[in-house]
């Protein structure tokens, strides 16, 4: 089984200004990483994932996100925030065995309302 | 590609009555999941079809839950004699067989009062 800790449930942060949002995960096999954004009254959307390869994944609207095994974690970064990045993410893993016939069961973790002021 | 499309956005019902949202996939999608966000929570997997196959089903989902997948394309979940606790977001999501990445829906957001 796996599990997955976001420690922040809220990061506020200025305009222009860096962020990071949180996750670690606990996994006795190797997973698929991933992080979602979800804005208010919406579903999920699939910011960047982690399958393989490079350990530093970036997405087209300037997040990024570096994958740790030593520290099990994937937290993701953008060096500049835009008031349209407030929105709560969530960081998800999904283990490489998945479910009876393949398909692939996300893990959430708790979720990271980042909230972009003036 | 319109995506996943989930009916109806936002239902409000009295506790004890059932209830009944759908979910359309993307159409070459196989895979088809449902899961429950409760507020101040991430989504918890509840079950999970391939084709019209119901595979896994989440510990999660009592016996006043079901869900089908008649012939492998659009997915309903009911829910019999609503609780207040099973106020949450229900999504749906699809994903390719062989793929990774899962698409999700809107959400359909039950209340019961």
């Known amino acids: 089984a796996q599990s997955v800790t976001q420690l922040d449930s809220q990061v506020p942060v200025f305009e222009e200004a860096p962020v990071e949002l949180r996750c670690n995960y606990s996994s006795s096999v190797s997973v698929y990483l991933f992080w979602y954004v979800q804005y208010p009254n919406q579903g999920l959307q699939l910011l960047l994932k982690y399958l393989s390869g490079s350990t530093l994944v970036e997405s087209i609207n300037g997040f990024e996100a570096e994958f740790n095994k030593s520290q099990t974690s994937f937290h993701l970064r953008k060096p500049s925030v835009h008031i349209s990045d407030t929105a709560e993410y969530f960081c998800a893993v999904s283990d490489l065995s998945g479910l009876t016939g393949g398909g692939n069961k996300l893990t959430f973790g708790t979720g990271t309302q980042l909230k972009v002021e003036l | 590609d319109t995506g996943v499309s989930q009916d109806p956005r936002h239902k409000i019902t009295k506790r004890g009555q059932n209830v009944t949202f759908r979910c359309d996939p993307i159409?070459?999608?196989?895979?088809l999941y449902w899961y429950r966000q409760t507020l101040g929570q991430g989504p918890e997997f509840l079950t999970y079809?391939?084709?019209?196959?119901?595979?896994?089903k989440s510990r999660l989902l009592s016996d006043r839950f079901s869900a089908e997948r008649p012939k492998g394309s659009f997915s309903t979940l009911e829910i019999q004699r609503t609780e207040q606790g099973d106020s949450a977001m229900y999504l749906c999501a699809s994903s390719l067989g062989g793929g990774i990445e899962a698409f999700f829906g809107q959400g359909t957001r039950l209340t019961v009062v």
């Open positions: 159409s070459e999608h196989n895979r």
């Open positions: 079809f391939q084709n019209e196959a119901q595979l896994e």
